[in-house]
């Protein structure tokens, strides 16, 4: 049964500064992962959405990385502003299309 | 392009009552999603539907939930009676197509926020 974990829970940075939000999860068969912002009372924006073939991808400040075979992918945010401030949620899509989510990080920018 | 719309936005009813929810996918997507989130957990699945035949609903609670999509396109989400910890916000999603490309991207709505007191 696929599980997938963020660490940390939350997190609290200045403003400027650069960061990393983590992502696992326990079974490599996977079609895709995708990062997702959240900010209070509203749905989920896609951020990236990285293939099972791909390594990295980019968009802004933002990039996030996939290392399959240990079932790990991070995303990385560059030079952090305030509009930042949200929670951070990864999901994979499973071989049988199910799409597992992880609990998420709690992001807050310093200004 | 029109993104994902849920109505209500916010509804508060007693438990024991009843209350559903309305999704209106992107057009053109095949596939649409059921998702409960309960606050400071992630989303996890209710139902995932295939035009409008049902491709899981595994974790639905059959005794209380019921969802429908009639005609492929627009989908409700029923509870009937409620209980306190139904209180949740309910995510409408919608991909392109289903067991497909690896680079199929969910879009989500911004969800009906449900109170049960």
């Known amino acids: 049964k696929q599980e997938v974990t963020q660490i940390p829970a939350a997190l609290s940075v200045p403003e400027g500064e650069n960061l990393v939000l983590n992502c696992s999860f326990t079974d490599s068969a996977i079609y895709n992962l995708q990062w997702f912002r959240q900010d209070p009372g509203k749905g989920l924006t896609s951020l990236l959405l990285?293939?099972?073939?791909?390594r990295e991808q980019t968009s802004g400040r933002l990039n996030a990385s996939l290392d399959k075979s240990s079932g790990r992918s991070t995303l990385y945010i560059a030079a952090s502003q305030p509009g930042d401030s949200a929670t951070y949620l990864c999901a994979v899509r499973n071989r049988d299309d199910k799409i597992i989510f992880g609990k998420g990080t709690r992001l807050h920018i310093l200004p | 392009e029109a993104g994902v719309a849920q109505s209500p936005r916010y509804k508060i009813i007693e438990k024991r009552q009843s209350v559903a929810f309305w999704c209106n996918p992107i057009s053109g997507h095949a596939t649409l999603y059921w998702y409960q989130q309960i606050l400071g957990q992630g989303p996890k699945l209710l139902i995932q539907?295939?035009?409008?035949?049902?491709?899981?609903d595994s974790q639905l609670p059959k005794d209380r939930f019921s969802a429908e999509r009639l005609k492929g396109v627009d989908s409700t989400l029923k509870i009937q009676p409620a209980k306190l910890e139904d209180s949740a916000v309910y995510l409408c999603?919608?991909?392109?197509?289903?067991?497909?490309?690896?680079?199929?991207?969910?879009?989500f709505g911004e969800g009906s926020w449900l109170t049960v007191v």
């Open positions: 990285i293939q099972s073939s791909q």
């Open positions: 539907f295939q035009n409008n035949g049902v491709v899981d």
């Open positions: 999603a919608s991909s392109l197509v289903y067991r497909a490309s690896s680079g199929n991207t969910i879009y």
